[in-house]
């Protein structure tokens, strides 16, 4: 069964607003949460990550939320560009096993 | 920079063939790991390995194995190939239990 899940398989955004990208988790052990973004025929590429201590953090255009009682995390790219169009998969941690558990992935693609 | 990198970017095979895909990154990391990414399921774990000659199954290990003779050289083996083991496959590595580096994956189809 899935502890990490993301419900949105797509969202379509126009260029300049705000793109939200949700992520739902079962584990309450999970230590880290981190979201990676792919290119078609590439690697993912890690993007931004919180600890399960704090409950928000900022990366330039980017910002993810954790609402531990909810279970809950969030993805902010504001302002959101052409280059953001991507894949981007919401994914977890325990600190004591080096296992990620990865949300099925929701595919961002921002209109010009 | 992490730079992981796998031997194919594409790959064609026939059912029952035996298939080897490899993977090398050049930092030094400790772990590394194995996923099919398939489209609607996300990335799953088939194997990691945390040391040399050390492996642990991952979710989906079935009908795969694995080596690790050196620290910087992770190979995935599909003993037998079956049409359901097309997909795209992503090796990983990291340092401690943190952020992974990625390869840039290898889309094998079997025919």
């Known amino acids: 069964d899935q502890q990490v899940k993301q419900n949105s398989p797509s969202l379509s955004v126009q260029e300049g607003r705000i793109s939200i990208l949700n992520c739902d988790y079962t584990?309450?052990?999970?230590?880290?949460f981190l979201w990676y973004k792919k290119y078609p025929a590439e690697g993912p590429t890690f993007l931004i990550s919180?600890?399960?201590?704090?409950d928000k953090n900022e990366d330039g255009r980017f910002t993810v939320f954790l609402n531990k009682s909810a279970k809950h995390l969030s993805l902010h790219i504001v302002p959101s560009q052409p280059g953001d169009s991507a894949v981007y998969f919401c994914?977890?941690?325990?600190?004591?096993?080096?296992?990620?558990?990865f949300g099925a992935g929701t595919t961002v693609t921002v209109r010009a | 920079d992490v730079k992981v990198t796998q031997s194919s970017r594409y790959l064609v095979k026939r059912t029952g063939e035996k298939v080897f895909l490899e993977c090398v990154q050049d930092?030094?990391?400790?772990?590394m790991f194995w996923y099919r990414q398939d489209p609607g399921l996300g990335l799953r774990l088939i194997y990691f390995?945390?040391?040399?000659?050390?492996?642990e199954k991952g979710d989906i290990p079935e009908g795969y194995s694995v080596s690790r003779e050196k620290k910087e050289r992770f190979s995935l083996i599909l003993e037998s190939a079956s049409t359901n083991q097309t997909s795209m496959y992503l090796c990983?590595?990291?340092?401690?239990?943190?952020?992974?580096?990625f390869g840039p994956g290898t889309r094998l189809t079997v025919t």
């Open positions: 584990n309450s052990m999970f230590d880290y």
């Open positions: 930092m030094d990391h400790e772990n």
């Open positions: 919180i600890s399960s201590i704090k």
């Open positions: 994914a977890a941690l325990i600190l004591y096993d080096y296992k990620l558990s």
């Open positions: 390995s945390y040391d040399v000659k050390m492996k």
């Open positions: 990983a590595s990291s340092l401690e239990g943190n952020e992974q580096y």
